[in-house]
């Protein structure tokens, strides 16, 4: 069934009575929220479909459901007389998985995008990763002197590529996919993209033989296997300063959908890398990194059908950035030493910033998120407690997944700070929270004064609160957590079939 989730992103209680919901500009009056619908900042309502879309509408409200095809939808404050007075927020989203719920979170600041699972009602949960990645763009390619002996009339475009990897471990037909955006391509039937493989789509047609010299001069520009799987003819170019490619799969039914698969919103501009005109293009850090952040892209020098040779955070070269990639950083920042390849921030240092930017941008989770599902609850803060190396007096024994989550080496009492203060906790889960860190001290401790100095540590450690318990700590960040003003929390479910 359909859902709305709207959030308060702002430092005070907004009074919802008379605004309205709409699917359509020709009517923004369709729903009106309840008079006294008061929301709190930092926390969120879920307008459940019965709401908005019931058999017989009251009130002067007009039935309206989200399509499963893709829609819009804007949200309205109303004045005294009922009229509109402004619009307050505008998304629109594609069609939709059976099921699935789209989303903002801070990796996709105000873009709606599909999220791995549903979370109305609670933190957002990340982006889903798509089951095809956009992983190299060349959107204002350079000609070199091989290209041009081969074509000397040659259309620099001609040059362009978007490169597609199947990171999964089977075959995917491509038949009913298409690329949209800046460019439009409708895959041709019979396209089959292999496990590990990957798939170049060019401007012109490379399987066509009257494009001989054009595909000739690409493969002698990039120094390319010949046989490297391509199409193309898509329509369009890709602009040289700003573009969006989104890849699309059509899903079978009685009435067949375009569902969204991958997308990337590129710019010249920064923070976006410089790939426009320099040679380089553009390298997607890491399969499951969001396709439209720029902290997911690196320039480089191209490398269609091949690993690039920069990949941002995949600091041991699997093509995924996961906890070994953590690990391999935090040992780096424990050694003192200066190795370029860790510097992800490109500030000339090893540290703290390289962290941050790995586990929020690069990642795109949060502190705290020991197993890497995407979000921060019971489940990571007991799979802490089982390496029983909270505290336990033995130097650079701990990793992020058994508790270091500052990369010092250690799982102490910073590290449960750093959890709470800086990552996001899923409220639901307090209770559970609550007796998996108290089976944590409980394990830490062996006598009273220990366990008194622990508690009076990790006090100390919380920005100078007052006299908490641990206890005390977790109920206080799982009670604020939600009002992050910086988080944006708005969803969409679309159940319809």
Known sequence: RDAIELFNASQSTVDLSGWFL??????????????????????????????FNPDTPIGGNVSFGLSSGGDELWLTTGGAAGQVVSIEDHVAFGGSREGETWGRTDATNRLLVPLATASLGQLNAQPRVPGVVISEVQY???????????????????????????????????????????????????TVLNPTQRLL?????????????????????????????????????????????????KEAG????????????????????????????LNRTANNAFGSAAASWAAAAPSPGHLPAVRGGDFNGDNSVDTTDINLLFQQMQSGQFEAAYDLDADGLVGARDRDLLITSIIGTTFGDVNLDGQFDSTDLIQMTQAGQYEDGVAANSAWESGDLDGDGDFTSRDLVLAFQRGVYRTNDAPAAVAAVDHLFADAASDDDEKNS???????????????????LLAKACSVVGSDATTRRRALSDNEN
């Open 254 to 281: 009685e009435t067949p959908i375009w569902v969204w698969e991958d997308e990337v919103v590129y710019d010249d501009l920064a923070p976006w890398p410089a790939a426009d005109g320099t040679g380089a293009s």
């Open 201 to 249: 789509v060019l401007k012109f047609n490379p399987n066509n033989r009257e494009n001989d010299l054009r595909t000739t001069a690409f493969v002698a520009n990039y120094r390319i296997d010949p046989t490297q799987p391509m199409v193309g003819g898509y329509r369009g170019s890709l602009d040289n300063s700003d573009d969006v490619v989104t890849l699309w799969r």
């Open 454 to 472: 622990r508690e009076d540590s990790l006090t100390a450690n919380y920005n100078g609160v007052g006299d908490i318990e641990p206890n005390d």
């Open 140 to 190: 204002h390619p350079v000609a070199n002197a091989d290209a041009l002996m081969h074509a000397p009339l040659l259309d620099v475009s001609d040059l362009e590529f978007i490169e597609l990897f199947n990171p999964t471990s089977a075959a995917i037909e491509l038949s009913d996919w298409k690329l949209s955006g800046g460019v439009e391509y409708d895959f041709p039937m019979g």
């Open 22 to 51: 709409s699917d359509s500009p020709d009517n923004f009056r369709k729903y009106q929220i309840p008079a006294g619908t008061q929301l709190v900042a930092g926390q969120s309502l879920v307008i459940d479909g019965s709401a």
